[in-house]
């Protein structure tokens, strides 16, 4: 994303930043903006899916990987407990104290950033987490490769850095406080594997996530003689709109009604059994949901092995069952990204599907 001009329509899709253009172009603004320079500057990536969706809140497996697209923040740390946010996307800034933040307080942007030092404030106080930040993002927004989750874990490494008592703080930890305030603050119920991603991702590498523990496996891309395209459909999507709470929701019922702590739990041969089959029918779309989910689980696994043994041509049927089963079972597909995957198998693509957790509302992405 750029900043746009007046009365002109943004770009949605740039190549990757140039890291010494940013860090000299964002330090300038910054100075600009508070009449200091700032401590430094951190960048997290955006991230997109291979395969292994609606998985990660259900215990599952995914297999995602860093995207070059950076969200860049440039922070100064405060030591009054105040928060003044403001990007180089954004019009509006916000100014408040840490103190002040709370659940839907700021909106928009800044609920990401003051999130996470409402979260780590819980551990070091809030007089310690004051902060100035200039954003300056350059992942696609609202295009399913987590802008959101690559600017909230840029502001968490500045603070891990910046603050005395965070700075031996894990990793798994970082995750887990901008997971929260996504949740908690910004009112967008994701699961986790963004964050992971986005703080954990290995060059020139996938990462197998186990969303049970959070355990992740670096996993290398041996199909050298194939390129995996990330195509826009600019059909947009946000978290908070409500579906993906919704189906997120039809699982806990439906893991609570079979008795057991998580989807991953359940065998995917159960699912012909009678008595998973009558209990699933008293939860609205019960069957087909969970159907998605444990049989995603397995593809998440078998992909895994084709690319070891270099199966390109099975690696593709796993990705394009991925697409049938979020289209039909979970339905979180539209017209466009059912669209860009017919197109891509008819121009010779070996598989081909949506990435990210698309919406109902006709806000997916692919």
């Known amino acids: 994303m750029s900043t746009s001009t007046e009365g002109a329509e943004p770009p949605r899709w740039l190549r990757p930043a140039v890291d010494p253009e940013v860090a000299a172009g964002l330090s300038g603004a910054f100075r600009d903006r508070f009449g200091r320079s700032p401590d430094g500057l951190w960048a997290a990536p955006g991230r997109v899916n291979l395969i292994g969706e609606h998985t990660d809140y259900n215990g599952g497996y995914a297999l995602p990987l860093a995207l070059p697209h950076r969200t860049y923040a440039a922070v100064r740390r405060r030591d009054d407990g105040r928060l003044r946010l403001a990007s180089l996307q954004a019009r509006e800034g916000w100014e408040g104290s840490v103190d002040s933040v709370a ?6 942007w800044a609920a990401y950033v003051a999130g996470v030092a409402h979260v780590l404030a819980e551990r070091v106080g809030p007089g310690q987490v004051g902060l100035d930040v200039l954003v300056d993002g350059h992942v696609p927004l609202g295009a399913g490769l987590s802008s959101s989750a690559a600017l909230s874990c840029s502001v968490a490494v500045a603070l891990r850095d910046l603050v005395p008592g965070l700075v031996d703080l894990p990793v798994e930890e970082l995750v887990a406080a901008c997971v929260r305030a996504e949740n908690e603050v910004a009112g967008a119920a994701t699961g986790g594997m963004d964050q992971t991603v986005s703080l954990r991702a290995v060059d020139e590498h996938l990462l197998l996530l186990d969303a049970r523990d959070f355990t992740v496996v670096p996993v290398a891309w041996t199909l050298p003689g194939h390129e ?9 999507h946000s978290l ?4 993906y709470a919704a189906r997120r929701t039809t699982c806990e019922r439906a893991a609570a009604a079979l008795g057991v702590g ?3 739990e359940l065998d995917p041969a159960r699912l012909q059994d009678a008595d998973v089959r009558r209990v699933l029918a008293d939860v609205p779309d019960g069957m087909a949901r969970v159907r998605h989910v444990v049989t995603e ?11 070891r043994e270099q199966d390109a041509a099975r690696a593709g049927a796993l990705m394009t069952a991925s697409h049938a089963s979020l289209r039909d079972d979970y339905e979180v597909s539209c017209r466009e990204l059912d669209l860009a995957v017919d197109a891509a198998l008819g121009a010779g693509a070996l598989g081909a599907r949506m990435t990210g957790e698309g919406s109902a509302a006709r806000q997916s992405r692919w």
Request: charged share 25%.
């Open 103 to 108: 659940a839907g307080r700021p909106q928009g």
């Open 228 to 236: 995996l395209l990330v195509v826009d459909t600019r059909a947009h």
């Open 240 to 243: 908070a709109d409500g579906q």
């Open 262 to 264: 998580s989807l991953r």
């Open 297 to 307: 689980n397995d593809r998440v696994l078998d992909l895994v092995g084709a690319l």
